[in-house]
Structure formats: C-alpha cells, structure tokens
C-alpha cells in the first residue's frame, strides 16, 4: 500500500536560519505530492504542491521538488521566521486510482526569535 | 477560492451523549468528502468516506455505530459521534476534493472534542 515517511521532529530552528524536512514515499504508479500545513488549533492548509517527477511546487518560500529516482518531496526554506512555527505534513494521493490522501506523521517546526 | 468549513470548532459533552459535527463545502459541491480523527502529535487517520446520497465507506476498525456520518446534500456532510466516552475525545477533520477525482483537498477547521 502506499505509505509516506516524515521525519521525527520537532525541529528546533533559530529564526533566519535553513529548514529541511525530509519526505519520502512509497506509492504503486505516478501519485500527486503534497505539503500541507497545520498551525495550532486549526485545520490543514494545503502549502505547495508536485503533480509529476522534476516539478518543484513552492510557496511563501517554501520549496519541494518531487523526486521519483529517490521517491522524495523534501520541504526546505531558505529563512525561516517564527510564524512559520507550525506541524508540516507530507502527503501523496492519485496512487493506484485512489484519491484519498496518504499522509506522514507530521513534523511540528519550532522557530525561536 | 473554495473553502470548507467545519462546525463547531470546540466542544465539549458529558459522557454518554452524542455530538454532531458539521462539514460544509461553501462555493463547491462536495460528492465526496472525508472523515479524519488525529491524536495529539500524530498524523491524520482516515475514518470514513462520506458519499453524498448513498452510505459512507468507512475504514477497518472504525466503529459505523458509534461513528454516523451522513451526506445529505452536496455542501453538507455531518459526523455524529454517539454514546460519547472519553476514549473518543480527539481532533476531528473533515476534508473535500478540489473536484472530484482530483488529489487536491480542501480541510476544515477541525473540531476539538472532548468528553468528561
């Protein structure tokens, strides 16, 4: 079945300093990938998305490129700030004629001023 | 552009009783929408497909009578949660498809219940 594999966190970053979130996936044919963000007390937003190999999604200085030869959707972002403190979930869907999305456990994202 | 939105956001019930959440897709229509439960600090769990007009899926393990779901119309899903125990306090979170057959969703707010 397909599956998604974050990794643990939380991640601890001081404020401007480099953020990747590793992502990996394993899926029967060629699934979308997502990131989605969750803030304290509230739902999922979806932050960028990748629908085939090699297209890089990105947003708010976010980036993912959607690697199929690693099977990975790695986030990163240059600067981090302390409003990008959140729960990062990585996500598939598409595979195998499903639709309903596959997600990771979440990675929860601490920024310190 | 299309938002789903998930009601209440909070709330909290004696033990035994039952609760309704609501889930409305507002400027889409919503054929399908989807059940989540998420416990602190993990990810999302799929409870239930919710179809309009014909009974929901629901996945291996989740209880179909103590969980209702009904999707009555095509903006309009609900979650009863019946005979609540504490057991089942958690996060709750519907989501719908952009369109349908489509891998981009739309979430709800989530609902934070809590049974004492």
């Known amino acids: 079945g397909n599956s998604v594999t974050q990794m643990e966190g939380p991640v601890t970053l001081s404020e401007e300093a480099f953020l990747t979130i590793n992502c990996t996936y394993t899926a029967t044919g060629y699934p979308s990938l997502f990131w989605y963000v969750q803030y304290p007390g509230e739902g999922l937003q979806l932050l960028l998305k990748a629908t085939k190999a090699d297209d890089k999604g990105s947003n708010k200085g976010f980036e993912a490129t959607y690697r199929k030869e690693t099977t990975s959707f790695h986030l990163e972002k240059g600067s981090v700030q302390v409003s990008d403190s959140a729960v990062y979930f990585c996500a598939l869907s598409g595979s195998g004629g499903s639709y309903i999305p596959t997600f990771g456990r979440g990675t929860s994202l601490i920024v310190h001023p | 552009g299309a938002v789903v939105s998930q009601h209440p956001s909070w709330v909290i019930c004696k033990s035994g009783t039952s609760v309704k959440i609501e889930c409305r897709s507002l400027?889409?229509?919503?054929?399908?929408m989807f059940w989540y439960r998420q416990f602190p600090k993990q990810s999302l769990m799929l409870m239930a497909t919710s179809n309009e007009g014909s009974k929901a899926t629901y996945e291996q393990g989740v209880e179909k009578d103590k969980f209702l779901i009904n999707h009555a119309s095509l903006t309009l899903s609900t979650l009863t949660v019946t005979s609540a125990h504490p057991e089942d306090s958690s996060f709750y979170i519907c989501?719908?498809?952009?369109?349908?057959?489509?891998?981009?969703?739309?979430f709800g707010q989530g609902t934070r219940l809590t049974v004492v």
């Open positions: 989501s719908a498809p952009k369109t349908l057959g489509t891998t981009e969703a739309f």
């Open positions: 400027d889409f229509q919503a054929t399908t």
